[in-house]
């Protein structure tokens, strides 16, 4: 559920520029009590109030995750985003008053895991910075549980557009290996993949396609799916405006161009389940009632078979086109 | 063939399938006695090259001679017959020390051995999911009883006797995956001396 009473009321206490496009935000909690510790690769859906448009997006937490004091995400400009992004980088100041979800992680790492092969794309190096620190903190500690080893393999387009590339090669608990895409087009992973120990666990984040290829290439060294792991952090994509009847509210909402199903339906003042807002965690899933039309399925939640069947839809993600869509909300 | 066919039970009751040749950097074989016909059907339809990349560890208990040659004739560069389920075990564990990811994991035979194979394999990080399994041959069980946590092996009856603590055990489908092995409680524990006769169920 959304519950309300499960929000974080924060104060931003500090904007960092990062790279041209990247920054990072830092947020304490408004009534000064210590935050909940969370784990690594753990997310916060972000609530903004962006000129009268309600914007929830998930970014990872990328602080220390024993860090009670300060939560903290960083963010890449998205030019061509719906504007949330944008909306965090141009018109939030230090000293604003957000709300946070509280933390889920939907990318944690394995502990029984013998070694973490961790494996970037641009600003998907958020998730992997909360893990490092939780990692090192382990090492120190007694028993053996997540003393695991990793290594982070690390692709940007270029030095200077590489979020905390100094902090990490100067990290000497941190085995880094680092690709700008002009050197290393071919982004061949599976020597790498196939030297590692019985036991290790991958985990990529980043944007899609890359996703993608690193999946395969595993699989194509004989990695087991269990041991594979992966986020991605997209937003719901606009498309053509449609509407959708509500049966249990008894309402009508139609769902805008750059608005989402979820969206559309929150703003008609439907308190709607929802948890990561990407497509991934399957809280939002909803029955359909009816359905004349194709449903535009953008989540990787549902399966091909319940896909077929039209009997659900991820509302923060997929949208629709035809005659009649009822949901059972 | 000796493909077996099990009744739907409770969830906790381990299925098999049938092995298949996978891409893998490694194919790790550990079989007990008709299991290595589920090898030799792999062979049937698995390249040659797969087989030198092949590491095949076998028990042949009550098949004897009847598959060693033929499994021998693979062409395995590892290929060791173990006297007993524990010298295996022990060779397994030694290798896995060795294995990298992309190592694809064969069982095949009896219950008690894939059980205990898949157990030491977990162990090193690999999920049960992604583990291969056929069984072949008998329907022994390995069994603990939950009253004294002694073991059993090839338990073919049921209800059977605790070698351990003398009590006569009803024999579950609950099976530990921790413990590769079902468990069995006291069949007579409101009526003591109550014991129906024991019936050579998994023969």
Redesign the interface.
């Known amino acids: 559920m959304s519950n309300e009473k499960l929000k974080l009321d924060v104060v931003v206490s500090d904007i960092v520029e990062v790279t041209d496009e990247i920054k990072r935000f830092e947020f304490q909690r408004a009534d000064g009590h210590a935050f909940p510790p969370f784990s690594g690769g753990a997310h916060v859906v972000v609530e903004m109030d962006d000129d009268g448009t309600r914007r929830l997006n998930p970014y990872s937490l990328m602080s220390d995750p024993s860090d009670t004091a300060t939560y903290a995400i960083s963010v890449r400009r998205d030019d061509g985003g719906r504007g949330g992004s944008l909306y965090l980088h141009t018109k939030l100041k230090q000293g604003d008053r957000v709300r946070l979800s509280m933390p889920n992680n939907l990318f944690s790492l394995d502990r ?3 070694k973490h092969l961790m494996i970037a794309g641009g600003i998907g190096i958020t998730p992997f910075l909360s893990q490092i620190k939780q990692l090192k903190a382990q090492k120190g500690r007694l028993g053996t549980a997540g003393k695991a080893d990793f290594e982070l393999h690390y692709f940007t387009r270029e030095p200077a557009k590489t979020a905390y590339l100094a902090d990490l090669s100067d990290d000497a608990a941190v085995s880094l290996t680092t690709y700008f895409d002009n050197e290393d087009p071919d982004r061949d992973l599976t020597g790498v ?9 991958l985990y990529v984040c980043g944007p899609k396609p890359m996703i993608d290829i690193v999946i395969n290439q595993a ?9 594979i792991h992966h986020e991605e952090f997209v937003a719901p994509q606009p498309g053509q405006p449609f509407t959708v009847e509500l049966a249990k509210s008894g309402l009508t909402v139609d769902v805008g161009e750059r608005q989402s199903l979820l969206e559309a339906i929150e703003a008609a003042g439907v308190d709607a389940p929802y948890m990561c807002r990407g497509g991934a965690c399957g809280q939002c899933e909803t029955k359909i009632i009816a359905c004349d039309g194709t449903i535009e399925h953008n989540d990787h939640w549902l399966t091909d078979e319940q896909r077929a069947s039209k009997q659900a839809i991820m509302p923060c993600m997929s949208r629709f086109s035809g005659s009649k869509l009822v949901l059972e909300r | 063939m000796t493909k077996t066919h099990f009744e739907p039970s409770i969830k906790s009751r381990p299925v098999y399938g049938v092995l298949e040749a996978r891409t893998g950097s490694e194919h790790v074989f550990v079989a007990n006695a008709e299991g290595a016909e589920a090898i030799l059907d792999v062979a049937k339809v698995a390249d040659k090259d797969f087989w030198s990349a092949a590491h095949i560890i076998y028990v042949p208990g009550r098949s004897g001679e009847t598959f060693q040659a033929a499994l021998k004739a693979l062409g395995a560069p590892k290929f060791y017959v173990a006297s007993h389920i524990s010298s295996a075990l022990n060779r397994l564990v030694r290798s896995l020390e060795d294995c990298r990811m992309g190592t694809q994991f064969y069982l095949t035979g009896t219950e008690g051995l894939m059980g205990q194979a898949m157990r030491d394999i977990m162990a090193a990080g690999i999920s049960h999911m992604s583990i291969q399994t056929e069984h072949r041959g008998s329907l022994a069980r390995r069994v603990q009883c939950v009253h004294c946590k002694g073991i059993a092996e090839d338990v073919t009856t049921d209800p059977y006797q605790c070698p351990h603590c003398d009590l006569h055990l009803f024999v579950r489908d609950h099976y530990s995956r921790r413990l590769a092995a079902f468990q069995a409680v006291r069949i007579d524990a409101e009526d003591h001396g109550n014991v129906p006769p024991a019936e050579e169920v998994f023969p």
């Open positions: 029984t895991a013998s993949m196939a030297r590692q120990p019985l036991g290790t666990h699989r194509s060294v004989g990695w087991p799916i269990e041991n």
